[in-house]
């Protein structure tokens, strides 16, 4: 008798507790995860967090390259000789397509603005295919090129039609051998990182008043 009690009360001691053990386990691998998560969080806020801000910003702000109005030639009388008129503009945005879907694209677009698709491929690759800005590669366009490029932009994401001033002579070619003509000029990334290009004069009074007449710093509109 003595014997079969001694047996149960050794069986009873090597089972306390073992109902408990897998709750144990439980909170050990909960407590592990939730270290690792919680490392990792403070990873990302206090290691990498202005590195991720940065990339969250340049995600949702996007800078537009705007060209600043040229300045008008009078006559005498304050009328016109030459000035600046609204129109629409092309513009492509490297970074919403790939290497490979701007390829397919731009024949095109080359077709629609009537010039070589290598011009096209010479401006992407020069902005760079990651690029977050925008580039300017027609301006002037007619209406009929517009609508065209209007419906592609429909299909595509990444081509876009902006209102700008372009260059215009209300006498047409009356004293153009004084007036002279404009033309475009690339600007060093170092002075203007997002312009790619400015409008200045070539000959005539044009050239000769380039300086009163351009805007050395050519604002941006933030997105």
Do not use: C
């Amino acid at each position: 008798m003595a014997s079969t009690q001694s047996t149960v009360t050794q069986q009873t001691e090597r089972t306390v507790g073992r109902q408990y053990r897998p709750l144990y386990a439980v909170v050990a691998i909960t407590t592990v995860v939730l270290g690792g998560i919680g490392g990792r969080l403070a990873h990302l806020q206090l290691v990498e967090g202005p590195r991720n801000r940065e990339l969250a910003t340049s995600n949702r702000i996007r800078l537009e390259p705007r060209a600043a109005e040229r300045g008008a030639l009078l006559d005498a009388k304050g009328r016109v000789l030459a000035g600046s008129r609204l129109a629409p503009s092309l513009f492509l945005w490297p970074v919403a397509q790939g290497l490979e879907r701007w390829g397919g694209l731009l024949p095109q677009l080359a077709s629609i603005l009537a010039v070589p698709e290598a011009e096209l491929s010479h401006r992407l690759e020069r902005a760079g295919y990651r690029s977050p800005a925008l580039v300017r590669v027609a301006s002037g366009l007619d209406a009929h090129r517009a609508t065209a490029l209007a419906e592609l932009s429909t299909q595509f994401e990444g081509i876009e039609l902006e209102i700008e001033r372009v260059r215009y002579y209300p006498y047409g070619g009356l004293a153009g051998a004084v007036l002279g003509q404009v033309g475009t000029q690339e600007i060093s990334e170092a002075t203007q990182p997002l312009l790619q290009e400015r409008v200045v004069g070539l000959s005539g009074l044009e050239a000769a008043l380039d300086l009163s007449l351009i805007h050395i710093s050519e604002p941006t509109r933030p997105y």
